[in-house]
């Protein structure tokens, strides 16, 4: 388990946001939304992620997590022709998610997401290894002929820090329909290091990512990030409008509450 190492500068800005008391919901009431959005935008400038990727601060990890497979859901459904977020997933065989060593939270928030912890099909991992072999993960997308599955992919496996091949998988969607999540929550910021760097090459071509600020930026608690390729379905997947909250404005993301 990994415990947070707060910098004495990251102690006093939550001391500081905790004393200022503002509340999220809008970019009209306080700055802290854009706040947020630069932040959102300088994590990607230290993952060099592109300009299309957009996302939101949530409590931590799992929930990250959670938000991340939100998303896969929706994106799943829609290829069937169904919307996920306004009809259930009534209409839908159940969803295939694809992993070798996903992370207790990933199951969680499968189980509460409705898609249940039996929805993970296990590939089998490289030999004393937590990485996915691809060479039976790409047998599994072909047996499943380019039906919309999941595939969830490690950048820093829990117990022993492995990485999955992203640059390889990122190859496999040019070829097979799947959404592509990465948990990066221990090991995304590898980006970083010119030393460890290659070891999340394709985390780009990910359509969500977890991330959690308080292990290696050194940050408290409650820092954790989701990231996506597919903003939009940000909105329609956790948009929460009623009057009092007022409207997002024309192309912002809505953030998750």
């Known amino acids: 388990y990994?415990?947070?190492g707060a910098t004495p500068a990251s102690v006093v800005a939550d001391w500081l946001v905790s004393l200022y008391d503002q509340n999220t919901t809008g970019f009209g009431d306080s700055i802290d939304a854009h706040i947020e959005t630069e932040t959102i935008?300088?994590?990607?400038?230290?993952?060099?992620?592109?300009?299309?990727?957009?996302?939101?601060?949530?409590s931590g990890a799992t929930?990250?997590?959670?938000?991340?497979l939100g998303l896969a859901r929706q994106w799943v459904a829609k290829q069937h022709g169904v919307d996920a977020s306004e009809e259930g997933l009534f209409k839908l065989s159940p969803i295939k998610v694809l992993s070798s060593s996903p992370h207790t939270t990933s199951i969680k928030a499968l189980s509460m997401l409705g898609m249940g912890r039996s929805c993970v099909e296990q590939i089998p991992s490289i030999?004393?290894?937590?990485?996915?072999?691809?060479?039976?993960?790409?047998?599994?997308?072909?047996?499943l002929n380019d039906s919309p599955v999941i595939v969830l992919a490690s950048a820093g496996t829990a117990n022993t820090g492995d990485f999955d091949d992203l640059e390889k998988i990122a190859a496999l969607k040019r070829k097979y329909s799947f959404w592509l999540h990465v948990d990066g929550a221990f090991g995304a910021f590898a980006a970083c290091s010119p030393q460890h760097a290659?070891?999340?090459?394709?985390?780009d071509a990910a359509d969500s990512i977890t991330l959690d600020c308080h292990k290696w930026l050194n940050v408290p608690y409650d820092s954790g990030v989701?990231?996506?390729?597919?903003?939009?379905?940000?909105?329609?997947?956790?948009?929460?409008?009623?009057?009092?909250?007022?409207?997002?404005?024309?192309g912002q993301t809505v953030y998750v509450h």
């Not at 989701?226 to 024309?250: C, D, I, S, W």
């Open 2 to 4: 990994v415990t947070g």
């Open 41 to 58: 935008e300088m994590l990607k400038s230290l993952l060099s992620l592109p300009s299309s990727f957009g996302g939101a601060f949530v």
């Open 63 to 68: 929930l990250s997590t959670f938000v991340g």
């Open 127 to 143: 030999k004393n290894r937590e990485a996915m072999d691809l060479g039976f993960l790409e047998k599994k997308l072909g047996v």
């Open 198 to 203: 290659h070891l999340v090459k394709g985390i």
């Open 226 to 250: 989701a990231l996506t390729r597919h903003p939009q379905l940000l909105t329609e997947v956790f948009h929460n409008f009623a009057p009092y909250l007022g409207k997002p404005k024309e």
